[in-house]
T-cell receptor, first 114, second 114 residues
Framework: NAGVMQNPRHLVRRRGQEARLRCSPM?????VYWYRQLPEEGLKFMVY????????ESGMPKERFSAEFPKEGPSILRIQQVVRGDSAAYFC????????????FGPGTRLTVL | QQQVKQSPQSLIVQKGGISIINCAYE??????FPWYQQFPGKGPALLIA?????SEKKEGRFTISFNKSAKQFSLHIMDSQPGDSATYFC?????????????FGEGTQLTVNP
């Protein structure tokens, strides 16, 4: 059973470009969470999605960031007009159920904004 | 009220010793408390987790102690090994009010000397 998959593993963008980060949850998992880890810091919740629905986006910056989890295909975290402060590791986690169940993390995408 | 406070920030232990990491929380709605282990360049890996209806949970060399009245929980690593050297994060979630998004502590960098 493959784990959570994320791609790309490393992404370099120049200021003003767009970044698209992809996450495929574990087989049988329909709940996806995105977290951001700034250098030397802990993980911060960004958004929680189920298939075709955003359940909780309370951790998402108000501008430039969006997320989706379509009926078919991976979940995507999209950052428009990236700035240097967006440089971080972005982790996706998946869970089989809602409500206090184990979340399994992917290897992360390390975004560097030049 | 959503914060989880973790200490110490860093910890150095001799091989065979006991590593102890502590966390405290404020939100009494939290009902799930996992610990994650993260190696450099990797995603967090679920280590062990506890729910507030028990005071202790042990899995191999890893033990969680939970004090509901004090709103504190801790991770004990017995017979610490150099391979345990990693960053450890405590976390908490509440399925009812937050959709089970995880709130993480700041992390503890553990070094086990041979």
């Amino acid at each position: 059973n493959a784990g959570v998959m994320q791609n790309p593993r490393h992404l370099v963008r120049r200021r003003g470009q767009e970044a698209r980060l992809r996450c495929s949850p574990m087989k049988g998992h329909s709940h996806v969470y995105w977290y951001r880890q700034l250098p030397e810091e802990g993980l911060k919740f960004m958004v929680y999605l189920q298939k075709e629905n955003i359940i909780d986006e309370s951790g998402m910056p108000k501008e430039r960031f969006s997320a989706e989890f379509p009926k078919e295909g991976p979940s995507i975290l999209r950052i428009q007009q990236v700035v240097r402060g967006d440089s971080a590791a972005y982790f996706c986690a998946s869970s089989p159920k809602r409500g206090g169940w184990e979340q399994f993390f992917g290897p992360g995408t390390r975004l560097t904004v030049l | 009220q959503q914060q989880v406070k973790q200490s110490p920030q860093s910890l150095i232990v001799q091989k065979g010793g006991i590593s102890i990491i502590n966390c405290a929380y404020e939100n009494t709605a939290f009902d799930y408390f996992p610990w994650y282990q993260q190696f450099p360049g990797k995603g967090p890996a679920l280590l062990i987790a506890i729910r507030p209806d028990v005071s202790e949970k042990k899995e191999g060399r890893f033990t969680i102690s939970f004090n509901k009245s004090a709103k504190q929980f801790s991770l004990h690593i017995m017979d610490s090994q150099p391979g345990d050297s990693a960053t450890y994060f405590c976390a908490a979630s509440s399925g009812e009010t937050s959709g089970s998004r995880l709130t993480f502590g700041e992390g503890t960098q553990l070094t086990v000397n041979p």
